[in-house]
């Protein structure tokens, strides 16, 4: 097997498939990880304990060197080994009690679609003619299932498996508890092989060899060259068009367009000032700025010195007040606080929010929505 760290990874497939120069060009860029990044590998470990729990397999519980842990980690990984364990017990009842195998963490050669590349599944299920792969999300961004890495996964378990057993259909399935998406689809084996020939392995050479086009899309906020990227900049100042346009001339269109960009804009602005503060702070010199320190707010030093002088003056400094919901949340645990307080909670309605025709949430009929004028005529 190749070693631990492909080069071309099943978890970046979705930036270097569409975008493959990209590959290359995140080479020159270190891999800085992140909190999320930490918190999705130990969530990971815990799944994997959990279900080997389940399903009666050695397994060694990692919580106590788990830094992320909490009640609401325990919470999702409980609900993902759940999950398996009832996708196992349906796989027994489609085969008329036959005893499914289960794979759990199964390392995959992809090196026939992807050179030099590897992969691990979180969990692989064959039964008779069906091969199922699972991939937990701990994160909150969503995915489908038509995501690039977990077909990377149904292709390298159907090469693993395929000499082993009669597979001519491929379910994939995405399980992400924390916003509550379960995503799932099946092909047939020719499907898969199709698209891993004709899409896969096209890129993916490609993306070794750090040739193609560069693309822009959402991959890009996965990608560690996205501060220094020309073909991301120019897409995202291409904006800049309407710099000159009073916004009363702008078309429909043009509106939507700007309302379609703004949060990539936004995100990839900041990442090129953190990006640009950090090479400063090395010592780096972009012209016209230099570094200064920040304006910061004042704290207390002792709070207890504070508060025996301010009762001195005859006042109370403190404030006393309950905890806030999502303390108390993790005070109680999600499913006690719910059962606890659920009657004595309310959500008042939210402020309406401009957002994709593609977001899940009800549209707002006109007579719901009250609008507050951010300017008047008036001087008052």
Sequence with gaps: MPGNH???????????????????????????????????????ALCEHLLKEMLGLPTVDPRLSMQYYDGEMEECCQAYAQFICEKVEAHRREAN??????????????????????????????????????????????????????RIYAIGAYEMFSPLYPI????????QPRIANVAEMELSVEELLSWGENELAPRAREAFDGVGAFACGDWCRICRARQKCRALADYQLA????????PALLSDAEIAEILSRADDLVSW?????????????????????KVVE?????K????????????????????????GITAMQKLLGKKHFEELLSDLLSRPEGKPTLVPVTDKRPELTP?????????SDSDT
């Design 6 to 44: 492909a080069f071309l990874s099943p978890s970046s497939a979705v930036r270097w498939l569409f975008c493959p120069p990209s590959a290359r060009l995140c080479e020159q860029f270190p891999d800085q990880g992140s909190i999320y990044a930490s918190e999705g590998t130990e969530a990971h």
């Design 97 to 150: 009690g036959a005893e499914p195998y289960v794979f759990v963490e199964q390392g995959l050669d992809l090196r026939k679609y992807i050179p030099e590349s590897m992969g691990t599944a979180d969990c692989v299920i064959v039964s008779g003619e069906t091969i199922e792969v699972i991939d937990f999300k701990y994160g909150k961004h969503p995915v489908t299932a038509q995501s690039p890495q977990i």
């Design 168 to 175: 001519s259909r491929v379910r994939m399935g995405i399980f």
């Design 239 to 246: 904006i800049e068009q309407y710099e000159m346009k009073d």
């Design 269 to 289: 602005v900041n990442a090129v000032k953190e990006f640009a503060l950090q090479e400063a702070l090395s010592g780096h010199q972009f012209p016209g700025f």
């Design 294 to 298: 920040g304006r910061a707010n004042r």
């Design 300 to 323: 207390y030093i002792d709070e207890d010195a504070v508060a025996a002088r301010v009762k001195a003056e005859g006042k109370d400094p403190w404030d006393q007040s309950i905890k």
């Design 367 to 375: 007579a719901r929505v009250v609008f507050t004028p951010v300017d």
